[in-house]
């Protein structure tokens, strides 16, 4: 297909309409009697003048620039790039769903506050918390929700000032500090020991009296089971602070094992990940979380609930945390999430990560031979390679390029910090071993690149609608929005 | 690495040049390239006074930003406009491209510092 | 006119319509068609200038080398055969001579291409410097024509004529005797106008016959020849200096912001001492980018002003094609350098209220 | 196996095998024998999608939808009508199955769609930059108080009582969290008092900035070239909260010299789902840019000179800087801001001005209506966009009821936030309103009011 280099602004002809309105049939004032002069504005919109078709043909020119689940294989780790089935958007689109108003009274809206509370009690049975809210809009507005219960909580025992500090490891998604501080923690980063888990000696020496808690994905980043998870927990809770989990990664435990049994005091999940619903390009997401009894009363209102037949907002907890968002969270992402997992079923949800986990040993199995495995154990949904060692300056990044040739998402690339030129690999249960096969072969084809022709690495890639980009004059001189004067 | 005799060192990776009672004070040459393709420099206001240890300026690469922290207590005399227009100078000339000069109250706060031989032993541990 | 010189290439430009003007004592076009429409061309298709009035000087000997280092701010020693280089001749104080591209042809055989209005001026410099050294200085302004063809069109419209395929020089390196339309001549993969594109190198007599050829070439492609107006346009928006505007024997390269061309640790060259201390203490003043933000077209020359005190003057002003935008370079106290800071510029009777923005209007579209 | 599940139990066992395990319970031997769940999760057995479809499309009739219900109910979240184009662009899965855009090659569509959408923001607000698009408009004032916070390094954010009740709460648990300090600007007769405003002001060292909503929650036009007045040439910034569609007609931003602008994106073609997901978005000034949190997208070129889009001035970002970021963010909300962005360009500015005019003029057309009578009186008498409040002789829920029998759903009961209005409604008429649908509310209020009226008429 041609391609396609036009800005939606470059489209515009004046006169051109998309839009179609009925005729106002009120009678009318002249606006300037109904709003006074000084009000009213006078500078331009500068909106594009397009037809519909215009529209209808940029938009789908322009998705044909994107390389998504359902082109092909997404194995970017710590991503969870599963399939997000088409059911799910159908029912999302139900008029019952899309088109009612988050301030309809109770009655009006039973349907919806029951799969609320329904979505609400399948992910406490799943995580084996007490209670879940669906309020938090993402995974990282989830850990700041998770955290500001956690300073409620030892703010109701007086201890909030001195209980300023919140451990992560070192392999930690960056989230987790970011979040840490900007509820103004200080973040202790515990190294990990030689196989990738949490120095218990190290996270002794760090434990005191001015730690607020720990968060903790499980399996980690390296996508290894913490085998002393348990330990761990008693140590931070007999320092008198909170576990916190971090929900990214529970694709390898859905009813294997659930973090209310391991001994984390508050969790979210991320249902854009685990629970199927699509990333939309980067959003929106939904972060729900749920906590230990104790600590139900913080979460944020309302909380759905239900008294015999009837389902209800409940707003009348004066030990809330309040409002981390505006109404009740993301509804129709719930939605999905929740005829998702009507869809698996308890049985489901476990060959989930049964597939999910031996999806990404069988491909650590096949590259561990060419390309260094820091950590050589199993792991549960993801892995991370080392890269290439002083093959003719092949980067981390060339050979993630150059597997956009062969028609592959790249792996998340040198992250985890704690591992040099990571590759980190989620294969997700949705792909069957013949994609699997297809991307090991890639893999291996590109090392003996890596030897025989460098460059072609170093270039790539070479046929996608954009090459490498120049990310140091975008920052430099950055243009983050057109207008008619930019020329480059 | 290039490292310049005669200029005072921080821990930080930050230098200073006295001239006078004026400091001026840049990042080495370790610290530029660490951090890569400069793409931003944060100056402070001239007649600031700050406190050895604050941050006076934040240097942004496309994948870092990093504080830069004032190795000796004083006012600013004068920031380096020029980094506004081209950051990347830093890269190419990190000892000739001082960020700004401050008017330094306190000079023993200097005996604190590591001269060229000390800095160099001390990249040579980090590494 | 009389007694203007005239390039090879001025009955060409008669027979296109050219409105010719006295430039440094040539008689050159100012343009075409239209400062506008040029300008225009060169930034989406391709222009074609004709810049022989330029100077060409040819340094040869066992002490070349050395001699440019002494003479020149930039690294000489820095560049291999083919390659080309941007710098600075200064005097003592820094102050400049003359801003100039010096060529390495061999291991011992250097060309400059000079300014035109400093031709005399530089050449007599060159030889009272060069005295110490072994190395002989010929002036080939006389013998030399230079043809500019600049735009994102330019190399396919080129390389419809050249025998060698232009794809493999890079920005700033140029070829030596190759064939343009049978003609024999240097290319350079440079220019004056933020685009890529080429100068061509050529002895006087072909220049008429391949800038004919060139023109059937590329006119199809939208190439336009382009007078001196839209050079200086071009090279503005560029953030490219001017001698006489950003550049003087008045003014210094790091006050005109052009620093990186200095090159203090390379060894001692002619203005070194003086152009350190100015980078240790910092400049007093310097030259910054700027934005009318009341309405008003900034030209050279004109005061800058912060509460009724002139605090420097515009060094060039346009109302830049490309960004529809008034905009200028203006030399002000260091005081007055920040980006964001409110000036005022004094046009005709009033002063009208601009401010200070980043020197780079326009991002630069070199190969690399 | 399941139909989302490719792996068959040859391909299971034969990739054991591989692996040298004999089960798949091997796979999980590194979990501690007593973590490991005993008899599997207490939920229902797995239901194919016809099954599924039943049950959804039950429980989705349990729920009076707006195409039942005639909706006068607004207070931040509003019933505009959608082009058809909208939903079916934005269900490309081209777009809803991608990722953050991380890898530019691939990703071009997302980041130019992303970078016409932060022009029309731009374009719409006035102001120089802005982002990606944040969670909602509560949490785009959250982030944009901690910018003021930030870069003023001042500790207190000043906000009208008559910002959105729902946006005042969110950003209250922050500040709180946070550490941050927040002063309520107390209002009169319906918009903010400036005389406290200037009190404030010049009483209070540490203000960070100042929050205004226009129009505001009671759709009462605020003055804000005054509080633009009152700021000018302090320290103290300028935020304002706006309803993108009121841009059409309003003053911008930009034009009132305000810091930040953000707001609500629902509006712009995003559906009402029962309150999300919906956009907030943020922009702000070029001194404030490389503040912005989360995503934003930048032009620039690729190696062969190509103009491309690039996710850019990521560096203060939780990805890169960890405890140092700026704010812990890392999603946008793609899908709402493609609708958004789709909705602008399809309305373009002559739609997007009717839609408002239509707004005004049947809003206005209502409140007329409905005053004239003396039955209900305006509960303020100040210029407003497309709501306002009324007080009845009646409780509004009993009103609600009996609009909700006639199948309309009627406005927002201001007790619930403001205890001092009672019997007060607020009424919200978008473009989608006609004039048999108003005429029907007016008249269903007074009938009402006649029969259950104390007579204060």
């Avoid at chain 1, 390898?252 to 390009?281: C, E, Q, V, W, Y």
């Avoid at chain 1, 022709?453 to 490498?468: C, F, G, I, Q």
């Avoid at chain 4, 739609?351 to 003029?361: H, Y």
């Avoid at chain 4, 199948?407 to 409604?425: A, F, H, K, M």
Wanted: aromatic fraction near 8%; charged fraction near 25%.
């Amino acid at each position: 297909m041609r391609a396609y280099d036009k800005l939606i602004f470059e489209l515009s002809r004046e006169g051109r309409r998309a839009y179609s309105l009925p005729k106002c049939d009120v009678d009318t004032l002249p606006i300037d009697e109904l709003i006074p002069k000084e009000f009213i504005g006078t500078a331009p919109l500068n909106m594009p003048e397009v037809s519909e078709v215009d529209i209808v043909r940029h938009y789908t020119n322009l998705s044909s620039k994107n390389y998504c689940v359902d082109t092909g294989f997404y194995p970017l780790g710590s991503c969870t790039m599963k399939y997000n089935p088409k059911i799910n958007e159908v029912v999302a689109s139900y008029e019952g769903f899309m088109n009612i108003h988050p301030l309809q009274p109770e009655e009006t809206v039973q349907g919806a506050l029951e799969v609320m509370y329904e979505l609400r009690k399948a992910l406490e049975e799943i995580t084996g918390m007490y209670e879940v809210t669906l309020q938090p809009a993402a995974g990282a507005h989830g850990e700041l929700t998770g955290l500001m219960i956690m300073k409620a909580y030892h703010r109701e025992r007086g201890e909030d000032a001195k209980r300023t500090k919140i451990i992560v490891p070192d392999s930690a998604h960056g989230t987790n500090p970011a979040s840490a501080a900007v509820l103004g923690f200080e973040v202790i980063e515990v190294e990990s020991n030689e196989h990738g888990d949490v120095d218990i000696e190290k996270l002794r020496k760090v434990l005191g009296d001015d730690v607020a808690g720990m968060m903790l994905t499980n399996p980690n980043t390296l996508g290894l089971f913490e085998p002393n998870i348990k330990e761990i927990c008693d140590l931070v809770h007999a320092a008198g602070g909170l576990m916190y989990y971090d929900g990214a990664n529970a694709n390898a435990i859905l009813g294997i094992t659930r973090p209310g049994d391991m001994g984390f005091d508050i969790i979210h999940l991320n249902l854009h990940k685990t629970f199927s619903t699509p990333h939309g390009g980067g959003g929106p997401g939904s972060g729900p979380v749920g906590v230990r009894k104790d600590l139900a009363k913080f979460l944020p209102v309302p909380v759905v609930e239900k008294h015999g037949d009837k389902y209800t907002l409940n707003y009348d907890r004066p030990h809330s945390i309040g409002k981390v968002k505006s109404f009740y969270g993301h509804f129709a992402v719930c939605l999905k999430a929740y005829a998702y997992i009507l869809s698996m079923g308890a049985e489901g949800l476990r060959n989930v990560s049964i597939n999910a986990v031996i999806n990404a040993n069988y491909l650590m199995n096949a590259l561990k031979g060419t390309y260094k495995l820091p950590i050589d154990r199993m792991c549960k949904h993801e892995f991370v390679l080392g890269g290439l060692e002083n093959e003719n300056g092949v980067t981390t990044m060339d050979i993630a390029k150059r597997l956009i040739d062969y028609g592959f998402h790249p792996p998340t690339v040198y992250f985890p910090l704690t591992i040099n030129d990571a590759i980190m690999i989620e294969p997700t249960e949705t792909e069957s071993v013949d994609t699997l096969d297809a991307f090991v072969s890639a893999m291996l084809k590109i090392t003996e690149e890596a030897k025989t022709s460098p460059e072609l690495l170093k270039e790539a890639p070479h046929n996608t609608p954009v090459r490498r980009v120049d990310e140091v004059t975008a920052a430099r001189n950055p243009i983050i929005r057109f207008s008619k004067t930019d020329v480059s | 690495m290039e490292i310049k005799k005669g200029l005072y060192y921080t821990e930080e990776h930050e230098w200073v040049r006295v001239s006078g009672n004026t400091a001026y004070i840049g990042i080495t040459d370790y610290a530029q390239d660490a951090m890569g393709d400069i793409v931003y420099v944060e100056l402070p206001e001239v007649g600031d006074t700050l406190k050895a240890g604050d941050v006076f300026s934040v240097i942004e690469s496309v994948k870092a930003a990093s504080d830069i922290y004032l190795p000796v207590s004083g006012t600013v005399l004068k920031v380096n406009t020029e980094l506004e227009d081209s950051p990347e100078m830093i890269n190419e000339d990190p000892y000739g491209s001082w960020i700004i000069a401050v008017d330094m109250l306190d000079d023993t706060e200097l005996d604190q510092l590591m001269d060229a031989a000390a800095y160099k032993e001390y990249l040579s541990e980090e590494n | 006119m009389a007694d203007l010189k005239r390039t090879p290439l001025y009955d060409a430009h008669t027979r296109l319509g050219a409105k010719m003007v006295d430039f440094a004592g040539w008689e050159m076009p100012i343009q075409y068609e239209g400062i506008i429409a040029e300008h225009e061309a060169v930034r989406t298709y391709a222009g074609i200038f004709d810049v022989s009035h330029m100077g060409e000087v040819e340094f040869t000997g066992p002490d070349a080398e050395s001699c440019l280092q002494n003479l020149v701010t930039n690294d000489v020693s820095s560049i291999k055969e083919n390659q080309m280089l941007y710098t600075f001749m200064c005097y003592p104080d820094g102050g400049v001579v003359d801003d100039i591209i010096v060529y390495r042809l061999k291991q011992d055989r250097f060309m400059a291409v000079i300014n035109a209005s400093n031709i005399d001026k530089d050449i007599q410099w060159m030889r009272e410097q060069a005295a110490p050294y072994n190395v002989v200085i010929k002036d080939r302004s006389g013998e030399l024509s230079l043809i500019a063809v600049q735009g994102p069109k330019a190399e396919e419209i080129l390389n419809e004529l050249v025998d060698a395929d232009l794809k493999d020089i890079g920005f700033f390196r140029f070829i030596d005797g190759v064939k343009c339309s049978s003609k024999t001549c240097m290319i350079s993969r440079s220019g004056y106008t933020g685009e890529d594109g080429f100068e061509i190198c050529l002895r006087n007599e072909d220049a008429i016959f391949v800038w004919e050829k060139l023109l059937e070439a590329g006119t199809e492609k939208g190439l336009k020849p382009c007078g001196l107006g839209a050079r200086d346009t071009l090279r503005f928006e560029a953030n490219l200096p001017l001698y006489g505007n950003e550049l003087s024997e008045h003014i210094t390269p790091l006050e005109a912001g052009y620093g990186m061309f200095v090159k203090l640790d390379k060894g001692d060259f002619i203005g070194r001492d003086a152009l350190k201390r100015q980078k240790e203490e910092g400049l007093t003043r310097r030259i910054v980018g700027f934005e009318m933000t009341e309405n008003g077209i900034p030209r050279h020359g004109y005061d800058v002003l912060s509460d009724d005190e002139v605090i420097g003057f515009v060094t060039t002003g346009y109302n830049s094609p490309t960004l529809k935008k008034n905009i200028g370079l203006a030399m002000v106290d260091i005081g007055h350098s920040a980006l964001g800071t409110e000036i005022g510029i004094q046009i005709r009777k009033k002063v009208l209220k601009a401010k200070v923005i980043k020197r780079n209007f326009y991002t630069k579209s070199y190969k690399k | 196996m399941h139909r989302y599940i490719p792996g068959t139990e040859a391909d299971l066992a034969r990739m054991l095998d591989k692996l040298g395990l004999t089960s798949s319970e091997d796979l999980f031997g590194d979990v501690p024998g007593e973590l490991m769940l005993k008899g599997g999760l207490d939920l229902p057995e797995a239901l194919s999608e016809q099954e599924l479809v039943r049950k959804m499309k039950a429980l989705s009739r349990k729920n009076s939808s707006l195409d039942d219900l005639v909706c006068f109910l607004g207070a931040g979240a509003y019933d505009h009508y959608i082009p058809a184009v909208v939903g079916q662009l934005v269900s490309r899965s081209e777009f809803y199955t991608s990722y953050t855009p991380y890898q530019p090659e691939i990703s071009q569509g997302t980041l130019q769609a992303i970078f016409e959408y932060q022009t029309m923001i731009c374009n719409l607000t006035g102001m120089d930059a802005t982002n990606a698009s944040m969670y909602d408009g509560a949490t785009a004032c959250v982030e944009a108080a901690k910018m003021a916070v930030d870069s003023t390094r001042r500790n207190t954010i000043a906000v009208s009582k008559t910002v959105n009740p729902e946006v005042r709460k969110v950003l209250g648990t922050y500040m709180d969290l946070c550490g941050f300090k927040i002063i309520e600007i107390d209002m009169d007769n319906g918009v903010t008092d400036l005389v406290r405003l200037k009190e404030l002001l010049a009483g209070n060292s540490d203000l960070a900035a100042v929050i205004v909503q226009s129009p505001n929650f009671f759709g009462i036009v605020e003055d804000m070239d005054a509080v633009g007045e009152l700021l000018n040439g302090s320290k103290t910034l300028f935020i304002s909260y706006v309803d993108p569609i009121s841009l059409a007609i309003l003053k911008k931003p930009s034009e009132y010299g305000a810091d930040i602008a953000i707001g609500e994106g629902q509006p712009l073609g995003n559906s009402l789902n029962f309150g999300g997901p919906y956009v907030g978005f943020l922009a702000t000034c070029e001194k404030l840019m490389r503040r912005l949190p989360g995503r934003i997208v930048g032009q620039t070129k690729d190696i062969d000179g190509k103009r491309a889009f690039v996710l850019t001035l990521q560096a203060r970002e939780q990805h890169i800087r960890r405890s140092r970021a700026s704010s812990n963010i890392c999603s946008n909300q793609g899908l709402n801001a493609l609708a958004a962005a789709i909705y602008m360009a399809t309305m373009g500015e002559h739609g997007l001005k009717e839609v408002a005019t239509q707004c005004v003029q049947k809003a206005h057309y209502a409140y007329r209506k409905l005053t004239e009578s003396g039955v209900y009186k305006p509960l303020f008498d100040k210029p407003f966009f497309m709501e306002f409040a009324v007080i009845g002789p009646v409780e509004p829920a009993v009103v609600n009821n009996d609009l909700l029998g006639a199948g309309i759903l009627g406005g927002y009961q201001l007790y619930r936030d403001y205890p001092e209005y009672r019997n007060s409604l607020l009424i919200c008429v978008t473009e989608k309103r006609t004039k048999a649908e108003i005429d029907k509310l007016v008249e269903t209020m007074l009938s009402t009011a006649a029969k259950e009226g104390s007579g204060m008429a």
